[in-house]
């Protein structure tokens, strides 16, 4: 693999190498396919009318620090939160992004295509890598992913604009 191919893929928004590619510079980089082109493809899919949306914590909760204390792990809920905030700044001026702050717990990751969906639950004293990921399809009405899909709508709702509480740096204002 050709170095300033790899160079013109990561640096240029409007390449996106096949997925054989991305896995052989991803494995040449040290890195995770998603983490070097999920940006460029969040954006290609809001462009195309896809809904993309974060619900993120605000670093700054007593909800945060609570949660912190109770994963009791050096890389922080805050800390996390914050690279996620950055990561999205990127996703800033795309229509059909949108973020916002939950005020609540969130404790999970959810991942929503149509009638899949992908759950990490987020457990005590772990950190990502180490949740467990549920892969949920919907095949009747009021199963686990109409109920996973209504809680994750009611946080939806119940959260602010984060676009308009964070800062052009992808940080956010203390409370």
């Given amino acids: ?8 893929w990561v640096q240029d928004e409007t390449r996106i ?21 999920l940006a460029k493809v969040l954006k290609r899919k809001a462009q195309q ?14 909800v945060t620090r609570r949660r912190e204390e109770v994963e009791n792990v050096p890389l922080t809920v805050s800390t996390r939160i914050r690279i996620t905030l950055s990561e999205i700044e990127q996703l800033r001026d795309v229509p059909g992004v949108e973020v916002r702050f939950g005020d609540e717990h969130i404790a999970m990751s959810v991942l929503r295509f149509d009638a899949e969906m ?5 457990l005590a004293k772990l950190v990502g890598h180490d949740f467990p990921m549920l892969h949920l399809r919907r095949y009747q009405e009021d199963g686990l992913f109409d109920r996973f899909a209504y809680h994750a709508s009611e946080l939806w709702s119940n959260s602010r604009d984060g676009w308009q509480q964070s800062q052009p740096s992808g940080q956010i204002p203390s409370d």
């Fill in 49 to 62: 009318a896809c809904q993309v949306r974060f619900l993120v914590g605000n670093p700054e909760s007593d």
């Fill in 1 to 8: 693999m050709d170095v300033k191919t790899v160079e013109r």
């Fill in 118 to 122: 992908l759950v990490t639950p987020h």
């Fill in 17 to 37: 190498p096949h997925m054989r590619h991305q896995w052989a510079a991803a494995e040449a980089l040290g890195a995770e396919t998603a983490v070097l082109w």
